[in-house]
């Protein structure tokens, strides 16, 4: 076991669980999270990046499901939950990229985050050329969601930095 | 307090200290993970993605640094662990993308991680269109870096996939 001792909080982020589904994307919400006293001098610089990776603790996931249909979706393949983003995973934790808003300590506002309102986060990292893979290959089901996605939520528009 | 139970192992990755020097770059070692029993079956449909995300304990690190010099390079700017890849940070998670190399139950081979052997895998997660950002914005600091390693590394021709 190992254990983590947040350095944050999203003091406001997606609503559950309405939020999740039709009416918006996570990209049309900015989200705020606050990082606590004493490692507030840790964001210093952070401004120089557009971009950051929020990995924090998904804390209301019960339960693991090893092997999952992708968004539930019947026709899909049944995969492994390391095939997936599913947050039923052996340990819950999100690692998502999302766009910087503003920081001003000790509050970090950004677009695109999907966790709810109450998520501890576990860490904040820069978002570098080192996380950039020009042409990721996928499956056939994660590209026809995004396709889907990409069109109803207008990502070319609303999201224009965002792959593949 | 959060407390995670890995799921798999570094079984052959970085040697430390040298390795991460002046020998080879961390994308000319492909490193071995061994999956434990119980989460093998989390693989399956992994194959279809060229790329992962591997989520890990950096077991190793004693002690946090709240300002760095990236690198320790002395003309750089001291900033906040934050706007670092630094190990020295309040919980040190690991997050690197990868590219996959293969998969034979349990073991998972990949080509990029920056962890050593023996290091507690917490995750793995596919890499999506989601964690495309097309030109992420970075100091200048860290694309001096990128450019001197870029061309030592000769990037371009032997880790082709790469960003920005």
Same sequence: chains 1, 2.
């Avoid at 929020?54 to 996931?61: A, D, I, L």
């Avoid at 393949?77 to 766009?99: L, Q």
């Avoid at 996605?149 to 528009?157: G, N």
């Amino acid at each position: 076991m190992v254990c983590f001792k947040p350095v944050g909080i999203v003091v406001e982020g997606l609503e559950k669980p309405s939020e999740r589904g039709a009416c918006r994307s996570r990209f049309e919400v900015i989200s705020t999270i606050k990082i606590f006293d004493e490692f507030v001098d840790g964001l210093d610089g952070l401004e120089d990046y557009s971009h950051t990776i929020v990995v924090y603790w998904m804390h209301e996931v019960r339960g693991v499901e090893l092997k999952v249909k992708p968004w539930g979706v019947e026709r899909y393949p049944k995969v492994g939950v390391f095939a997936t983003r599913s947050p039923a995973r052996p340990n819950p934790i999100g690692v998502t990229v999302v766009e910087l808003v503003s920081i001003e300590k000790p509050v970090v506002k950004v677009r695109g985050l999907d966790a709810w309102t109450g998520t501890p986060v576990l860490d904040i990292k820069p978002y570098d050329y080192y996380d950039v893979v020009k042409n990721p290959r996928v499956p056939w089901w994660f590209k026809e969601k995004w396709d889907e996605w990409r069109q109803k939520w207008k990502y070319e528009e609303k999201v224009p930095w965002l792959g593949p």
